[in-house]
């Protein structure tokens, strides 16, 4: 994403709220990136130690330990931190349960929040957060990072500009291990997180509303979990005159993670699979010898942290992803939960 050309005289005051995988990942983006100073942490059982955070493991990489200093304020409670008037932009990772109300009360202290997706477990509590936000200073942004990453942005943009041509059909996977959190199924149940289809296959049903609009209808199958949350979901998405699309998401994988889609155009296929490496993004043209494209940019966390940095230096609001984004992205996800537990295709 392009950041504005003129350089903001100070950093953005910082705070991460939530100290597991993704608030260590969110806090090393910020700790190299200068135009963030990153001024006070927040967590309920993780917290640094003599200014030392441990690093912690996720589904894409295990973090090392992190020097946070002595001069990174830690707070116990959120309404703390909330008061503290050197804070700017605020970064939930906590867990969905609490986004909504976090997010509000940061809001209403007159701080900007970024707030790790899902924005909340139901479209409703996302769309009072929402509203909330129109209504105040600051802004609030969905952390949709697959709109950032390298091959997926540009993916975006070939899409729009039509460069291989119409897009006539295209296929998005991620799955993983189930995530330590919720071996048990309870943690995880369709009244808390949702299951894999919340807290991992959204991230491609937003992507593909990105690239593709809002589809008319969806159409779901999957493996639900003792407590009915769908731990694997396989969607079909209606485009009465788009393409074919559809995307398969699954915390069953028994080791590992793994990312990829595969794009037909008129003129060329897109193939991207996150386990190349440095060579994740194939294109192949008709009758030309398939070509690796090299992507910039490190990944997605980076990249949208970078750009909510931008956005609140230079007074921005953020359109790269928005919280009607978000919104919308977890009114499908619904429709595709109906679409599985009654084995019907749902409008949207």
């Excluded at 949702?194 to 779901?220: E, K, M, R």
């Amino acid at each position: 994403m392009p950041n504005s050309s003129s350089s903001p005289t100070r950093p953005v005051n910082v705070a991460v709220v939530g100290l597991g995988f993704m608030g260590v990942t969110h806090l090393r983006a910020y700790l190299d990136n200068p135009l963030a100073r990153v001024v006070a942490v927040c967590g309920g059982t993780r917290l640094p130690i003599d200014g030392i955070l441990a690093g912690v493991s996720g589904n894409i990489q295990t973090t090392e330990d992190i020097d946070l200093g002595s001069e990174v304020k830690v707070y116990h409670k959120l309404d703390d931190l909330l008061r503290d008037p050197d804070v700017q932009l605020v970064d939930l990772c906590t867990p969905t349960t609490v986004h909504m109300e976090q997010a509000i009360a940061a809001l209403r202290a007159g701080k900007h929040v970024l707030c790790e997706k899902p924005l909340a477990r139901k479209s409703a509590e996302a769309r009072k957060m929402r509203e909330v936000a129109d209504e105040s200073i600051g802004y609030l942004m969905p952390a949709m990072c697959m709109r950032f990453w390298p091959g997926w942005s540009w993916l975006k943009q070939v899409v729009e500009e039509k460069t291989f041509g119409k897009i006539l059909a295209a296929s998005f996977r991620r799955m993983s291990e189930m995530p330590s959190w919720s071996q048990n199924d309870t943690y995880s149940s369709a009244n808390d997180l949702g299951g894999a289809l919340f807290d991992l296959h959204i991230h491609d049903t937003d992507f593909i509303n990105h690239l593709f609009g809002y589809p008319q209808q969806v159409s779901s199958s999957g493996v639900a979990g003792q407590s009915g949350a769908i731990h694997h979901v396989v969607t079909q998405y209606h485009y009465p005159d788009g393409p074919v699309v559809h995307s398969e998401g699954s915390w069953l994988l028994k080791q590992g993670f793994h990312m990829s889609y595969t794009v037909h155009c008129e003129h060329a296929t897109l193939d991207y699979d996150l386990a190349r490496g440095s060579e994740a993004l194939i294109v192949t043209e008709s009758g030309q010898a398939p070509r690796v494209i090299k992507s910039e940019g490190t990944d997605g966390y980076t990249m949208e942290i970078d750009y909510i940095l931008n956005c609140v230096a230079h007074q921005r609001p953020p359109n790269a992803v928005t919280a009607y984004d978000g919104v919308a992205a977890l009114q499908i996800c619904e429709a595709e939960e109906q679409s599985v537990h009654t084995n019907k295709p749902v409008i949207i």
